[in-house]
Nanobody, 115 residues
Framework: QVQLVESGGGLVQAGGSLRLSCAAS????????MGWYRQAPGKQRELVAI???????GYAEAVKGRFTISIDNAKNTVSLQMNSLKAEDTAVYYC?????????WGQGTQVTVSA
């Protein structure tokens, strides 16, 4: 009943910025948390940022001070503002939502940072 669609990925030079968006269709009222994950070639999928239903945000140490997660309730969208991008940030980024015991994932969007 829930579908997540990511957008905003692309190619950017090191030091640049990108803004990722995840639009949720369907009813996500009562969600526990939404977040962004990423997976680089040869690596495990890792948590990048999460935001709870009360607006508390948390970040992986590697992105603290550079990335910001936010929710626009009117648009039913969670976004990830990525600044000061590094080559190490290159990965497929996935949106995630936890809702009443279910976990939903988007298809992912590629972010490539040129060194």
């Amino acid at each position: 009943q829930v579908q997540l669609v990511e957008s905003g990925g692309g190619l950017v030079q090191a030091g640049g910025s990108l803004r990722l968006s995840c639009a949720a269709s369907g009813n996500i009222f009562g969600f526990a948390a939404m977040g962004w994950y990423r997976q680089a070639p040869g690596k495990q999928r890792e948590l990048v940022a999460i935001i709870t239903s009360i607006g508390t945000a948390g970040y992986a140490e590697a992105v603290k001070g550079r990335f910001t997660i936010s929710i626009d309730n009117a648009k039913n969208t969670v976004s990830l503002q990525m600044n000061s991008l590094k080559a190490e940030d290159t990965a497929v980024y996935y949106c995630n939502v936890k809702l009443f015991g279910m976990v939903y994932w988007g298809q992912g969007t590629q972010v490539t940072v040129s060194a």
